[in-house]
């Protein structure tokens, strides 16, 4: 089985660019996570999905970040205008209803 | 709201030997689920074991097995026979029964020494 599939596996950008972060999950997973990774921070999860409908965007830093979820096999992140403090790694996750969250391998972002 | 706290930031063992990690957490729901990730170098997010609350069996992996002591809120994980591929950022995690969302600890790190 295919796990958890992210692109681009890097990105890297100039500041006040657009970035879009994608992710595939697992086939029949109804939840879909998305999480940013940094030093300072740790782990923290930025939005989830259920069924393809927003269910906590509650970690969202601001309004330049946004994430759809326009199906069940896709998702993007969105950063516009991205700052050099949104450099981070950028993790999709998904589950099934009460499993285990599979991480995909992640986005290491950096914005110049 | 649901806390995870990881008390030991750094953690290390000498090769075949046994080495215990730390967890406990704060809850008022009875229904949820305790994990814990490895992450290692590479920077994958690898699932080790998992528990549900309302077991009161210990979860065991091979190499891996936990010690959940539910009135206590305490999840810790034991790592039997250390290998140097176990070297890594141990996560442990909590998630609500009746939602997706994890809640993760700060982490410990481990080394394995040779």
């Known amino acids: 089985d295919a796990g958890v599939i992210q692109s681009p596996r890097h990105e890297v950008t100039e500041m006040g660019q657009e970035v879009t972060l994608r992710c595939k999950p697992i086939?029949?997973?109804?939840?879909l996570f998305w999480y940013r990774q940094t030093m300072m921070r740790g782990l923290e999860l930025l939005i989830y999905f259920n069924n393809n409908v927003p269910i906590d965007d509650s970690g969202m830093p601001e309004d330049r970040f946004s994430a759809k979820m326009p199906n069940a096999s896709f998702s993007t992140l969105k950063i516009q205008p991205s700052e050099p403090r949104d450099s981070a790694v950028y993790f999709c996750a998904s589950s099934p209803d009460r499993g285990a969250q599979h991480f995909g391998d992640g986005t290491r972002l950096s914005i110049l | 709201a649901q806390t995870v706290t990881q008390s030991q930031p750094e953690m290390s063992v000498q090769e075949a030997e046994t080495v215990t990690l730390s967890c406990t957490y704060d809850t008022s729901e009875s229904d949820y689920y305790l994990f814990w990730y490895k992450q290692p170098p590479s920077r994958q997010m690898i699932l080790v074991i998992r528990q549900e609350a309302y077991k009161q069996q210990n979860a065991t992996e091979n190499r891996f097995s936990v010690n959940f002591q539910k009135a206590a809120k305490s999840f810790s994980l034991k790592i039997s026979d250390s290998q140097l591929g176990d070297a890594a950022m141990y996560f442990c995690?909590?998630?609500?029964?009746?939602?997706?969302?994890?809640?993760f600890g700060q982490g410990t790190t481990l080394q394995v020494k040779p």
């Open positions: 086939s029949g997973h109804d939840y």
């Open positions: 995690a909590y998630r609500q029964g009746n939602t997706g969302k994890l809640i």
